[in-house]
């Protein structure tokens, strides 16, 4: 059974970077089928879409975040991860990760992790 | 960018009860591309129904989704205690994918 697990800092300084890994069992990063990515939710607020990644390291961004961020798969680790630049107290958030088909016609997100929690505080 | 918007912003119904929650678009979404997904409080949202009116794996079939181009809806025929949650609409016609903000059912 395909599992997604977030980690991270919990606590990271404005301006500073936020980095964040996914770990993937039950499931492996290269598979030709699937992208990979991050989803984030601000407290009491909706879904944005962050990012997506497939197993080449080819990658879409959101284009309000697309300056900040990067995201990057380990295919030996099995791990996809989250970089964000300069971050304020608006990136405060539920950091998820996530999964989706590669066809468009499949494409919503059919997996996720628990997410983990971000907040932004000097 | 498709913004979504979803109303109304919360519904308090009762068990047994009919709840009709509503997902409009900006701009047409393709081929009717339009998911929505249930969140529980301090859980992931779970996918309930996909290309605007599928059903996703294990989901009753007290959930039913309509709608096409702009205007989608999602109906709950008959609340059980176990519904009332907050229902996300998302499209994934054209990047960025995007969600609505969120509708929650709660008990009246």
């Known amino acids: 059974q395909l599992q997604l697990q977030e980690s991270g800092p919990g606590v990271v300084k404005p301006s500073e970077t936020l980095s964040l890994i996914c770990n993937v069992s039950?499931?492996?990063?290269?598979?030709?089928?699937?992208?990979w990515g991050w989803i984030r939710q601000p407290p009491g607020k909706g879904l944005e879409w962050i990012a997506t990644?497939?197993?080449?390291?080819?990658?879409s961004y959101n284009p309000s975040l697309e300056s900040r961020v990067t995201v990057s798969v380990d295919t030996t680790k099995n791990q996809v991860s989250l970089k964000l630049t300069s971050v304020t107290a608006a990136d405060t958030a539920l950091y998820y990760c996530?999964?989706?088909?590669?066809?468009?016609?499949?494409?919503?997100?059919?997996?996720w992790g628990q997410g983990t929690p971000v907040t932004v505080s000097s | 960018e498709i913004v979504l918007t979803q109303s109304p912003g919360t519904l308090s119904l009762s068990p047994g009860e009919r709840a009709t929650l509503s997902c409009r678009a900006s701009?047409?979404?393709?081929?009717?591309?339009l998911a929505w997904y249930q969140q529980k409080p301090g859980q992931a949202p779970r996918l309930l129904i996909y290309?605007?009116?599928s059903r996703a794996t294990g989901i009753p079939e007290r959930f039913a989704g309509s709608g096409s181009e702009t205007d989608f809806t999602l109906t709950i025929s008959r609340l059980e205690p176990e519904d009332f949650a907050v229902y996300h609409c998302?499209?994934?016609?054209?990047?960025?994918?995007?969600f609505g903000q969120g509708t929650r059912v709660e008990i009246k």
């Open positions: 996530v999964r989706r088909r590669v066809a468009a016609a499949l494409g919503w997100f059919d997996s």
């Open positions: 039950g499931g492996s990063i290269s598979s030709s089928t699937y992208y």
């Open positions: 990644i497939y197993q080449t390291g080819r990658a």
């Open positions: 701009q047409t979404v393709s081929s009717r591309y």
């Open positions: 290309g605007a009116s």
């Open positions: 998302q499209q994934y016609g054209g990047s960025p994918w995007t």
